[in-house]
């Protein structure tokens, strides 16, 4: 090999001559491993079977949580991941529920019917169990997931970060195994995209992705190969020679047909399509997205998806073929999707714009070149910010090679900053053990809350204004919460998250706590109110906030290394949050399990509210808590 386990481990891919990544990379190359009989998806799924039959009741959750993500088909493997994430949470795996997480993410969540709200919350829990069970490779694999998003939507400082993190992880893990190579093929990919992204370097990001591919094939696992075929018939595209776009666009085809990963096959066609279009070759755009239809009607893919995936590409070939009227129509159906990138975005409002110039629509044709301008100006802004400072990708990663090292380090917590998130029996526990480990806490009451409308009145402030009026707003829901014995345990924008009962050496009783709560959550929206006074009287926005409190039990513990953080999290977090949205501004929703513990405490008035539709939980009845006006 012309690169060592060295070279690897650094991600340093200065030793390839420029012959030897071009052989790597060559997309019409033969006996590749990626191809080979060992690699198709039958042979995988038979090793994956006979390790999980030989393995003990421990390690075959994992295993099981871990093989419904590689074995993710349209909807199945998708609900295979979702099931093992309810089975490992059931039996108490940390590192499994994790593992099913992953598994879960491996697909977007527009193909999955969800939210990126949803994956954001999926992925930080994921990364939570993995951190609280020391499940190291785990934890690097969902880091390299988010850096993928994270890129996909611009930040390309903020993804290199992640992977540089997530690489620390799998060095500080084991000894190297397939996983980590998997591992170390997907950090280099997302540098491999870094470089393009961010400074257009095709050298230095074939460089990467040469690296990643031979990692790839030491992991013996073939995920990183049709991406990085993907990026290069990207590259090809961007340089007008259709000639590499299409070859390395049909090689990740074959892999992913032969790995049976209908969702890289199908996203190789769809580039492919592109860069027919953009090459002006329209008859074979046409081929191309007939053969993708094929395709997806042989594996059964969702109807929504492939529906999504026609009429984008219909409608670029129906601008290409000035048939405005299909474009438009075909167009307008897809310009505003959640898969949706920015240069595709662009390259169908330009399509719009152009056909309804062409139909005499005056209006149309301003209103769509003015969104076109406001994508392509994010599109550049994002450009810009993902050069960071105007450091080149090598001082970047020169920079993060400082930070993170090459030895192993124990993060230092400040003593202070641990006394102000953990509650006392945690902070104690670290203490004397050095660690504060994850612990399930039963009858805790639960506060969440987020302020209505929120986005346009962020919108409407200068950034330094809004931080501050924040800032006053949560420092005197502290003050309420530290009243009534109550927690804050983090902010997350505009949203507050507090917890009664951390401390499980407390002797206030159950019903107690939630009536504090309660109590808490009240005072909170009458504060809110004589705020929105004055407020009005200056003429500033107003702050409403819809605040749900619900009881459970929940998972908390520490979280982070390099920032520090005590986080809880539990399906009865989820609930607060879900009779929080279901709320109405101004009010406190509480759930059943709230008005049983109150019920019949003085002063604390429950009015029956219309249920409110929760995801995954249909209908929640709900209750508005009210107190009596305070004396004056």
């Not at 093992?84 to 992953?102: K, L, P, V």
């Not at 409308?453 to 950034?463: E, K, L, N, R, Y």
């Not at 800032?471 to 997350?492: P, S």
């Not at 206030?508 to 959550?521: P, Q």
Request: charged share 25%; proline share 3%; aromatic share 6%.
């Amino acid at each position: 090999m012309p690169i060592t386990d060295a070279d690897l481990l650094r991600l340093d891919p200065s030793g390839l001559t420029d012959e030897e990544v071009d052989e790597i990379l060559d997309p019409n190359a033969i006996g590749v491993p990626e191809l080979s009989p060992e690699w198709e998806r039958e042979a995988v799924a038979r090793r994956w079977t006979q390790a999980i039959e030989a393995a003990d009741t421990a390690e075959r959750v994992l295993l099981e949580a871990r093989f419904a993500g590689l074995a993710a088909f349209p909807g199945d493997g998708q609900a295979a991941a979702s099931r093992m994430a309810a089975e490992a949470r059931s039996s108490g795996s940390f590192q499994a529920e994790a593992e099913a997480i992953r598994s879960i993410l491996s697909r977007p969540h527009y193909l999955r019917g969800g939210s990126r709200l949803e994956d954001e919350e999926l992925y930080e829990r994921g990364i939570q169990l993995a951190a609280h069970s020391d499940a190291r490779l785990v934890e690097a694999d969902l880091l390299l997931h988010r850096a993928v998003v994270v890129m996909h939507f611009g930040s390309v400082t903020e993804s290199l970060r992640l992977a540089w993190r997530a690489r620390r992880l799998v060095l500080d893990a084991v000894s190297p195994s397939h996983r980590s190579y998997e591992l170390l093929a997907a950090t280099a990919s997302v540098l491999g995209v870094a470089a393009w992204q961010s400074e257009k370097n095709q050298r230095l990001s074939r460089r990467y992705f040469a690296c990643s591919l031979i990692a790839d094939r030491r992991g013996r696992d073939g995920s990183s190969a049709p991406l990085l075929h993907i990026e290069l018939s990207r590259q090809g595209s961007h340089f007008s020679d259709v000639r590499s776009a299409r070859a390395h666009a049909l090689r990740a085809f074959y892999i992913g047909r032969h790995a049976g990963d209908w969702f890289q096959a199908s996203r190789s066609l769809y580039y492919l399509c592109r860069a027919e279009l953009g090459a002006g070759e329209l008859s074979a755009a046409k081929q191309t997205l007939e053969r993708l239809r094929g395709y997806t009607r042989e594996q059964s893919v969702a109807p929504h998806i492939v529906s999504a995936i026609n009429d984008l590409l219909g409608a670029l070939i129906a601008f290409d073929e000035r048939d405005c009227e299909r474009g438009i129509e075909l167009g307008l159906a897809v310009v505003d999707g959640a898969a949706m990138g920015a240069e595709t975005k662009l390259a169908l409002m330009n399509g719009l714009a152009s056909s309804y110039e062409a139909m005499g629509d005056k209006d149309s044709t301003i209103t769509w070149l003015r969104r076109a301008a406001v994508v392509q100006s994010e599109m550049y802004e994002n450009r810009i910010a993902g050069s960071a400072t105007g450091l080149t990708l090598n001082d970047q990663i020169a920079r993060l090679r400082e930070e993170y090292g090459d030895a192993t380090e124990t993060a230092r917590r400040s003593d202070t900053l641990l006394r102000g998130i953990l509650p006392p029996s945690a902070y104690a526990e670290f203490q004397q053990t050095g660690e504060c480990r994850a612990r399930h806490i039963e009858r805790v009451a639960i506060f969440f809350s987020d302020f209505a409308g929120f986005t346009q009145i962020a919108a409407g402030m200068h950034p330094d204004q809004l931080v501050d009026v924040l800032g006053q707003l949560f420092g005197a829901f502290d003050r309420i919460m530290v009243e009534h014995g109550c927690e804050r345990v983090e902010t997350i924008g505009d949203a507050y998250l507090a917890v009664a009962g951390l401390d499980v050496s407390e002797e206030r009783s159950f019903e107690c706590r939630v009536a504090d709560m309660v109590h808490a959550a009240v005072d909170v929206a009458r504060y809110l109110v004589g705020r929105n006074g004055e407020f009005r009287a200056l003429g500033a926005p107003e702050f409403h906030a819809r605040i749900g409190v619900h009881t459970g039990s929940i998972v908390g513990g520490l979280v982070g290394t390099e920032r520090v953080r005590y986080a809880v999290f539990g399906d009865a977090v989820n609930t607060a949050q879900r009779l929080e949205a279901g709320g109405r501004p101004g009010t406190v929703t509480v759930s059943a399990a709230v008005r049983d513990a109150v019920d019949g405490v003085d002063g604390i008035g429950l009015i029956e509210r219309p249920a409110i539709s929760a995801k995954g939980k249909g209908d929640l009845p709900v209750w508005e808590a009210t107190l009596p006006a305070p004396s004056q």
